[in-house]
């Protein structure tokens, strides 16, 4: 049976960027300028889609400090943006309100994305305190809306945050995908541009593959690294290693992308 993503991407171990959107209207680094903000996404999304991603997910990764509940001004901005950049866009799309899954879900729909990517399960605590997540609501919203057909990437063990409860890694996996919702599985390490474990990775993919569920390297994928993460996941979300100089606050680096991809070909041609 092929997978969804072979589908939606066209090829097998689908690279999923992530463009990661300037601080925007409320957050407190936002530079106070829109068209600044809208550039430096148009830049991005050429360079990436240039280096020849298989994917984009578009995230407000410096809305920081995170909110449990995003302003409405940050969901607004990013449907402008994307909608702004909608007919530059040449790959499958995606979108993450970071920490907030129904706010990810309404941004799908109004956007047209393919997928949303969040925690959409689970209870965890963290610098920004308890996160008590909803599946059921979740699945329940994307259902109202009439997006079935948008996929939902359940974020495994979010970077930063731990388990209220830790319990074994593939016992939440198999809970997670219980009823078939999750459409995907994100496996993180400790925080943002930290790699997984790779024996973490390895026992998600063994219980999500027997059901088809694909199962994603979330965070830390770099070019010294993608050969041995692939062997256990399939695909990768990535965004810092594309940077310049691999920095998380940096600017989309072509020459990395294209490099990195070129690697992600040669494994491909393997498989």
Known sequence: ???WTHEMFGVEKPIIALLHLDALPGDPGYCGSMDTVLDHARRDLIA??????DGILFANEF????QPVADIAVISAMAYIIGDLRELIRVPFGVNVVKNPIATIDLAAATGAKFGRSCFS???MGEYGLYTSNSGEAVRHRKALGIQDM???FKVNPEADCY???RDIQVVARSIMFGGFADGLCVSGSAAGNEPDDKILEDVYQVARPRQVPVFCNTGC???????K???CDGVCMGSAFKKDGVFNGRVDEERVRSFMEIVRDIRAGL
Request: charge should be positive.
């Open 48 to 53: 990436l889609q240039n280096g020849g991603v």
């Open 151 to 153: 996929k939902l990437l």
């Open 164 to 166: 209220l409860v830790q």
């Open 63 to 66: 809305s920081l400090p995170y």
């Open 1 to 3: 049976m092929t997978m």
């Open 222 to 228: 770099r070019h010294e690294n993608v050969r041995e």
């Open 122 to 124: 689970g209870a965890y």
């Open 230 to 232: 692939l062997r256990h």
